[in-house]
């Protein structure tokens, strides 16, 4: 019996001897930051939450059309709500298939955008643009 106490203390001086030559693994530590006091964390209520789909970030605004070239030279944009190109030097000044469109206290078109302009009425102009300007 003596021996077996022998050995079950050699084995436990030994294990507790092997903590002290090796002290236990702690990971590196972040610069200390000033605690800040705790937020008490909501509680779930027991009602379930709306299926509700994320809404999507809206989508930037063509700078031309899919259907429509855009007018050759000048520098211009697409317009989908007047469905035209707008000019961006010439104000109120619009583009699409082919014909300038200026509203200047009526409507007037051309085949360049410097003209010769003749006049028009709304029924030769494009359908968003009719609604804009009146």
Known sequence: MAALARITLFSLVLGLSACAVHPPYEEPTAPSVPSVPS???PQPS????????????PKPLPRTSA???P???????WDARLG????????????RQRAYYR?????????SPNGPWEETDISGVPPGLSRQFK
């Open 103 to 111: 509203w200047d206290n009526g409507w007037s078109r051309s085949v």
């Open 46 to 57: 027991s009602k379930p939450l709306p299926d509700m789909p994320i809404p999507k970030p």
């Open 71 to 77: 007018p050759p030279g000048g520098p211009s944009h």
């Open 84 to 95: 035209v190109y707008v000019l961006d030097n010439q104000s109120n000044t619009f583009y």
């Open 67 to 69: 259907t429509f070239a």
């Open 39 to 41: 937020v008490p964390k």
